[in-house]
């Protein structure tokens, strides 16, 4: 049996029609075309799959995809505006955060949020906020660099 899965995705409605034991990364990916976030462990553990639902971080393959009904889901393709990438997205390029590439939407959504609740967080802040983030590459220190330097306001939107 399906049932219709209505949300908002980066701004816009969306539905869908999904299974009841589909998660929202399956949802994404396979039904909405949505490849940002990635399936790494499949079960929380990486991070790679991190999207916002009403703006707080979430595993996507340990969310059910009907739980967001009627909510605001946001990925890194939600975070350009106009073509120009948002700052954080420019700040992993410029301090060359992202290595192989794969958990660095989990990470710029993790640091999202985290900006958005404290706009001026401190080095331990910072790391724990992208905690639950694994770089496979070991691509922390930068990672962290561009996250300071966007929090130092050194990146406009």
């Given at each position: 049996m399906k049932y219709v899965l209505s949300?908002?995705?980066?701004?816009?409605?969306?539905d869908t029609l999904v299974k009841a034991t589909d998660t929202l990364l399956d949802v994404l990916r396979e039904k909405l075309n949505v490849v940002s976030a990635k399936r790494g462990c499949d079960n929380g553990d990486c991070g790679a799959c991190t999207v916002l639902v009403n703006g707080e971080?979430?595993?996507?393959?340990?969310?059910?995809?009907l739980t967001v009904a009627g909510k605001n889901v946001q990925t890194?393709?939600?975070?350009?505006?106009?073509?120009?990438?948002?700052?954080?997205?420019?700040?992993?390029?410029?301090h060359y955060a992202a290595q192989c590439g794969f958990c660095t939407p989990g990470m710029l959504m993790s640091a999202k949020a985290l900006l958005d609740?404290?706009?001026?967080?401190?080095?331990?802040?910072?790391?724990?906020?992208?905690?639950?983030?694994?770089?496979?590459?070991?691509?922390?220190?930068?990672?962290?660099?561009?996250?300071?330097?966007?929090?130092?306001?050194?990146?406009?939107?």
């Open positions: 949300f908002n995705l980066n701004g816009l409605p969306v971080p979430v595993r996507a393959c340990l969310t059910i995809g890194v393709e939600g975070l350009q505006q106009d073509g120009k990438l948002h700052p954080l997205q420019q700040a992993f390029h410029e609740k404290n706009p001026k967080p401190t080095r331990e802040q910072i790391v724990e906020g992208i905690s639950g983030n694994l770089c496979r590459c070991g691509a922390y220190v930068e990672i962290v660099e561009a996250i300071q330097a966007v929090a130092a306001g050194k990146y406009k939107e």
